[in-house]
């Protein structure tokens, strides 16, 4: 999948656990597990801006793009 979930770096550089981070946006920690371990299909944007809110960075901090062997970015999507 293009899209990488950093959610394991941006709590490293917070110093946060899960279980912090779950208590912190009011998910469980499986929900939280299945994001960080990149198993996520999708994601709200509350649930983002909540994490967002309690470690106090940008969603492309979380979530990264990049591009499968073979394909390429297209401009202006």
């Known amino acids: 999948m293009p899209i990488i ?3 394991d770096v941006m ?6 656990s899960l279980s912090e981070l779950s208590q912190r ?5 499986a ?3 299945i994001l960080k371990n990149n198993h996520a299909k999708a ?3 509350t ?9 106090e960075c940008q969603p492309g901090d ?3 793009y990049v591009p ?9 999507l």
């Open 5 to 7: 979930v950093n959610l």
């Open 11 to 16: 709590m490293a550089r917070r110093k946060m």
């Open 25 to 29: 946006v009011d998910l469980t920690l």
């Open 31 to 33: 929900n939280l597990s």
């Open 43 to 45: 994601v709200r944007f």
């Open 47 to 55: 649930t983002l801006e909540a994490i967002c809110a309690a470690l």
């Open 62 to 64: 979380i979530l990264e």
């Open 68 to 76: 499968e062997e073979g394909e390429k970015c297209e401009e202006g």
